[in-house]
């Protein structure tokens, strides 16, 4: 018996983390930052990735966690960004400096959306 393809669950969970993305991409283009890399991860097991990495008129380079939530339920889409989601981050974003000549100034943001709503957080968060 043949089956009929169809898509996986994460295949749709990709696609909308990909297009929560975009939308986020372009709110920050249109308050001037610019883009630097986006999908950031670090080699191996264990490290991490930054969805946006983006640099603000100012020379702040910015470390943008993107979250997406149907609603504000549970705490909504900023608060999923747990302690430890935090340190990933914070790793990766140490890993991509390595690689610059000089340490610019840098943040960590969170882009929410929760039902198309886009709520931009500058400073969610501090290296520890």
Same mark, same amino acid.
């Given at each position: 018996?043949? !089956?009929? !393809?169809?898509?996986?669950?994460?295949?749709?969970?990709?696609?909308?983390?990909?297009?929560?993305?975009?939308? #986020? @991409?372009?709110?920050?283009?249109?308050?001037?930052?610019?883009?630097?890399?986006?999908?950031?991860?670090?080699?191996?097991? &264990? +490290? &991490?990735? *930054?969805?946006?990495?983006?640099? #603000?008129?100012? &020379?702040?380079?910015? !470390?943008?966690?993107?979250?997406?939530?149907?609603?504000?339920? !549970? &705490?909504?889409?900023?608060?999923?960004?747990?302690?430890?989601?935090?340190?990933? *981050?914070? /790793? #990766?974003?140490?890993?991509?400096?390595?690689?610059?000549?000089?340490?610019?100034?840098?943040?960590?943001? *969170?882009?929410?959306?929760?039902?198309?709503? *886009?709520?931009? @957080?500058? +400073? #969610? /968060?501090?290296?520890?």
């Amino acid at each position: 018996m043949v !089956f009929p !393809f169809r898509k996986s669950d994460t295949d749709t969970t990709k696609q909308r983390g990909d297009a929560a993305e975009d939308m #986020a @991409l372009r709110f920050l283009q249109n308050e001037k930052l610019r883009l630097l890399e986006r999908n950031y991860r670090t080699p191996g097991r &264990g +490290g &991490g990735e *930054i969805d946006l990495i983006m640099r #603000a008129p100012d &020379g702040t380079v910015v !470390f943008v966690e993107v979250r997406q939530r149907k609603n504000a339920a !549970f &705490g909504g889409a900023a608060a999923s960004v747990t302690s430890t989601k935090q340190r990933r *981050i914070v /790793f #990766a974003a140490r890993h991509y400096l390595m690689r610059l000549a000089t340490q610019p100034p840098c943040r960590f943001d *969170i882009v929410s959306i929760e039902q198309g709503q *886009i709520d931009w @957080l500058p +400073g #969610a /968060f501090d290296a520890h």
